[in-house]
């Protein structure tokens, strides 16, 4: 079955460590891909997504992916991370033919300890 | 591990007719549920959260009269667009909280492609 896979299921790092949550999906055609992030008590909010264009995808505080279709992966980094940046991330795709459809992966919980 | 189970995950219908869309929690109490919408080439946008046995908080620029939510149970919510016209075609997604002061952790369903005719 097509899938988005997110490796970790929980990441812990100290403040300016540096951050890489890996995401894959197994959608053969074309895709959109973004990264959510929910912060504990809010709703989700979108860091990044890719639609076409430049594979190096920079998003909102500080956050980046890149899009390497030829390994169906759309990881996401942070050079240095902040206590503020502990929250639950999220992979999602959208092939293209299948409308607008949009699955998950299972979600990578950080905590970033100050 | 929890699952979300999301029910239709495709419908059809005519315009001015309501569908209803189902979001289960499958072996934990959700008090907590999220619906979003997906519009083409646009990232989800939160409609309202349903909090079981409340009325449901709407996000601003959502017509609450027009999408429905009830949250009778701790496992089930419902999301009903009424009077659905073409422009209400879109992915409807639901989540859910599964509550937990270590474990708490977002769940989400399958997606509801909705196509108003």
């Known amino acids: 079955a097509q899938s988005v896979s997110q490796h970790n299921h929980h990441v812990i790092l100290s403040e300016a460590a540096s951050l890489e949550l890996g995401c894959n999906y197994s959608y053969g055609g074309t895709v959109n891909l973004f990264w959510y992030v929910q912060y504990p008590g809010q709703h989700l909010q979108l860091l990044l997504k890719y639609f076409s264009g430049d594979p190096l995808v920079k998003g909102i505080k500080g956050f980046e992916a890149d899009f390497i279709k030829s390994k169906f992966s759309f990881n996401l980094r942070k050079p240095s991370v902040q206590w503020s940046d502990t929250a639950e991330y999220f992979c999602?795709?959208?092939?293209?033919?299948?409308?607008?459809?949009?699955?998950f992966g299972g979600g990578t919980r950080v905590l970033v300890k100050p | 591990g929890a699952v979300v189970s999301q029910h239709p995950s495709w419908v059809i219908c005519k315009s001015g007719t309501s569908v209803k869309i189902e979001c289960r929690s499958l072996d934990f109490q959700a008090t907590t549920m999220f619906w979003y919408r997906q519009f083409p080439k646009q990232s989800l946008m939160l409609m309202a959260t349903s909090n079981e046995g409340s009325k449901a908080t709407y996000e601003q620029g959502v017509e609450k009269d027009k999408f429905l939510i009830n949250h009778a149970s701790l496992t089930l919510s419902t999301l009903t667009v009424t009077s659905a016209h073409p422009e209400d075609s879109s992915f409807y997604i639901c989540?859910?909280?599964?509550?937990?002061?270590?474990?708490?952790?977002?769940?989400f369903g399958s997606g509801t492609q909705l196509s108003v005719l």
């Open positions: 989540s859910a909280r599964r509550p937990g002061q270590v474990n708490e952790k977002l769940f």
């Open positions: 999602a795709v959208n092939p293209m033919a299948a409308g607008n459809k949009l699955t």
